[in-house]
């Protein structure tokens, strides 16, 4: 899985800009708001339909345009998204694509930014929107199944606010939610031991530390009580008008060798299990759909001391393609081939 080219038109900062990528390292870099992010944003839209940094598609459009466009060819298909005045439109090969969860992972990245860190104190269902993105991006049934549960559930809650409850209703929603929530707990569960299998030595590797690192998930019960607990919620559930059980209530946390990891570990500690996380997301991929993703660092670099780059360099999958933003060369302890892409300051016109 591999980018060869992407073009952008009207897009953030950009009106016009074309850049080509080497199939292993590239170091784009250029001074703070010269559009490094943006590139690896576009890439992230491609992957995922979603903006990592805005909910509002129209703030990707440049300033007085109607529309932006962004392209990329990889080593095996062409993609497109086109986003307008509240509309997205998705194309592989140049044909529409008219559900997003049919676009969703056909070409995967993994992005490494500053800001990771705020997972330690999102909200849980910030937490659930990383797991849900991930998990979707390399299986169908997920997605297939989250999107009708999101669905059931708003109805559900519509019908928990009427004055007079329909309980035959209820019943047959909760009926019709059993399977679909069996799936999404069975495929966190294998998303969590999976990542845990890898994270420790990954954070170890890293940091040269020797501490275990583990993702305890908190999920709202075991697959085979869904029947029994959604029967025994109905009560609480009429009480309060909305639906007190199901996986939209999960949520998951961090552990250093068994205490909780945001109330003991430093920020360089918090950091450096997110990067083992992420390098742990990669192996999971890999084990999903037995394709390594491409790796973009946005910045990651320069707040890690050069021992810590070069052993984060190190460790990266040998076929992965890696795209790599900082401000400056010379503040990179890299000692591999790369391509450096260098914006100048005419590079957004």
Do not use: W
């Not at 062409?78 to 509240?86: A, M, Q, T």
């Not at 320069?302 to 400056?328: C, F, K």
């Amino acid at each position: 899985m591999l980018i060869k080219e992407l073009k952008l038109y009207n897009y953030r900062n950009y009106t016009r800009k074309t850049v080509s990528f080497d199939p292993e390292l590239n170091i784009i870099i250029g001074p703070n708001g010269i559009g490094k992010t943006n590139i690896l944003e576009s890439i992230i839209i491609v992957s995922n339909t979603k903006s990592f940094r805005t909910n509002n598609d129209q703030n990707l459009v440049k300033k007085d345009c109607e529309f932006s466009k962004i392209e990329l060819s990889s080593d095996t298909d062409r993609y497109k998204v086109v986003l307008g005045n509240k509309s997205k439109s998705l194309y592989i090969n140049d044909v529409l694509i008219k559900k997003s969860s049919e676009f969703i992972g056909k070409l995967n990245a993994i992005l490494f930014k500053p800001n990771d860190l705020e997972i330690f104190v999102q909200a849980p269902n910030e937490r659930r929107k990383v797991l849900d993105i991930e998990i979707s991006k390399v299986s169908q049934s997920y997605i297939r199944s989250l999107l009708q549960y999101n669905y059931l559930l708003k109805e559900k809650n519509r019908l928990l606010k009427e004055t007079e409850v329909n309980e035959t209703l209820l019943e047959t929603i909760n009926e019709q939610m059993v399977p679909l929530i069996r799936t999404i707990l069975e495929e966190r569960d294998s998303f969590f031991e999976t990542i845990n299998r890898h994270l420790s030595s990954f954070y170890n590797k890293i940091s040269a530390a020797d501490s275990e690192i583990r993702i305890v998930y908190r999920k709202c019960c075991e697959a085979s009580d869904i029947a029994d607990r959604l029967r025994d919620a109905k009560e609480k559930d009429l009480y309060y008008h909305y639906s007190t059980f199901g996986p939209h209530h999960d949520d998951y946390g961090f552990l250093m060798d068994g205490r909780e990891l945001n109330s003991i570990a430093s920020q360089g500690q918090k950091r450096m299990t997110l990067i083992a996380f992420k390098f742990a997301l990669i192996e999971y991929i890999k084990d999903k759909i037995h394709k390594i993703p491409i790796v973009l660092l946005d910045d990651i670099l320069s707040e890690l001391d050069r021992e810590n780059q070069e052993r984060l360099i190190g460790i990266m999958p040998a076929d992965a393609q890696v795209i790599i933003t900082n401000t400056d060369i010379k503040d990179l302890n890299i000692h591999k081939k790369y391509k450096l892409i260098d914006l100048k300051e005419e590079a957004h016109v």
